[in-house]
Structure formats: C-alpha cells, structure tokens
C-alpha cells in the first residue's frame, strides 16, 4: 500500500521559516510529478508548488522568491522550503505524489494526511 507521510508542520512568528518533508513508502513503480498544495477553512484547495521528476518546478505566484520546492528520488522525498512566512501563508499543507505502482498501470494520485502550518506572532 503506497502511503505518502508528511512532517515539518508548526507554528511560526511573521518573516520566519519552516521546511516540509513527504515521504513516499510502499510498492510502486515510480514517482512522476511531486507538490504540495496547501487549504484554509471554506476555500478550495490551491497549488503551492511543483515538481516533475526531472526537476522542473512549478510555484503560485503568492510564494514566489519565498517557496521553494526539491526533491530526493533516491529517498522518494519531495521538501518544501518556506522562507519569509507571512499569515497569509497559514493553511494546512498536503503533500501529493502521481505514483504507478506498475510499468503496465496508469499514474495516480496519492495525498499525504496534511500538516497545519501557522504563522502568527
């Protein structure tokens, strides 16, 4: 069973820094696309950042120059670096990964169980 496990969540003051993990385990075949995406109460949830298993990212423009996104292919890890935090920034952070547990099977979507990031003085 593929499982993606998420950590680095916490409260922070204005202007500070955080850094999210996500962890894939299980069977599979391979990771394609790698992100994070991030939900406040009432809202749908946005894309914060992305990355292709070839590197190439992806950011909102609300967390551009302040956000960035990497990955660990030999770990199955993908990490978000949050500098220069800012309340709006407060939401829970869900960690998602297109994984094809075989060669002969199609990608899917896997979501982490969040982390609740909280920036307030």
């Known amino acids: 069973q593929v499982q993606l496990v998420e950590s680095g969540g916490g409260l922070v003051q204005p202007g500070g820094s955080l850094r999210l993990s996500c962890a894939a385990s299980?069977?599979?075949?391979?990771?394609?696309?790698m992100g994070w995406y991030r939900q406040t109460p009432g809202k749908q949830r946005e894309l914060v950042a992305g990355?292709?298993?070839?590197?190439?990212?992806d950011y909102a423009d609300s967390v551009k120059g302040r956000f960035t996104i990497s990955r660990d292919n030999a770990k199955n890890t993908v990490y978000l670096q949050m500098n220069s935090l800012k309340p709006e920034d407060t939401a829970v952070y869900y960690c998602?990964?297109?994984?094809?547990?075989?060669?002969?099977?199609?990608?899917?979507?896997?979501w982490g169980q969040g982390t609740q990031v909280t920036v307030s003085s």
């Open positions: 299980g069977r599979f075949f391979n990771i394609a696309t």
């Open positions: 998602n990964a297109d994984i094809r547990q075989t060669l002969y099977l199609s990608y899917t979507p896997y």
């Open positions: 990355i292709s298993s070839g590197g190439s990212t």
